[in-house]
């Protein structure tokens, strides 16, 4: 029994990590790319990373299936989205193609959501019910949360790309005369400022979360000492 518990404990610990390996690593391998390119080829910067990326993207997703016996669909949607626009970004030598990439993405995921809700079921609810336990209601606020989320980060990525300055954006697309950003710059942000989002956003939901999910668990006790009475 006590050798068993340390072996768990290290699988799930294993799992863990190698989960956000899949989920983070291609969006580390796109910066880190891209940096070093920048100091080798400059004006193919971009490109090079945008490359490595789609093939990060494919292994993490192969990865997913191989290792982990799961077809991770959030990541399924991003391979699909980044394949169709860095194939255009690279073919027209055009970086406008992988800047849109990240607001298309967090669209539709704000839209699968809404949409969902549409047909009658939660998407969210069907993608973490097997996590945790909570009510209906409960996973149709935190639904509506994350799809505000995803259009938050979509709008925000819109105002970002339209605003670089030394990667070819028309003038003609900004929205903001005096704001003037750098290709790099929106780069390390996909890394550097989305994930710390995330992060903040996830932390700022778990209370709500513990609060739905302890209440579920209190009702399925009091059913069961119902049942057993």
Request: hydrophobic residues 55%; negative net charge; contains cysteine.
């Amino acid at each position: 029994m006590s050798d068993a518990t340390p072996d768990t404990s290290s699988s799930k610990t294993i799992g863990q990590g190698s989960k956000l390996l899949v989920d983070v690593g291609p969006a580390a391998v796109f910066m880190i790319s891209y940096n070093v390119a920048k100091r080798l080829s400059e004006d193919q910067a971009i490109y090079w990373a945008t490359g490595i990326f789609m093939l990060a993207t494919a292994a993490a997703v192969v990865y997913a299936v191989i290792t982990q016996k799961r077809f991770p669909p959030m990541l399924a949607v991003t391979f699909v989205i980044v394949t169709l626009f860095g194939g255009m970004t690279i073919y027209l030598q055009d970086p406008i193609f992988i800047f849109i990439k990240p607001t298309i993405i967090n669209l539709i995921f704000c839209f699968a959501i809404l949409f969902s809700f549409a047909l009658g079921f939660n998407v969210w609810k069907r993608l973490f019910g097997s996590i945790y336990s909570m009510p209906d209601h409960a996973w149709v606020m935190l639904g509506i949360r994350w799809a505000l989320f995803f259009a938050f980060l979509a709008l925000l990525n819109e105002v970002m790309w339209r605003h670089i300055v030394d990667a070819g954006v028309p003038e003609t697309m900004r929205w903001f005369a005096g704001l003037e950003l750098t290709e790099g710059f929106w780069v390390n942000f996909r890394f550097f400022g989305t994930f710390p989002l995330f992060f903040l956003f996830v932390l700022a939901n778990v209370p709500m979360t513990l609060k739905y999910a302890k209440a579920a668990d209190e009702d399925g006790d009091g059913e069961a000492e119902k049942q057993d009475s």
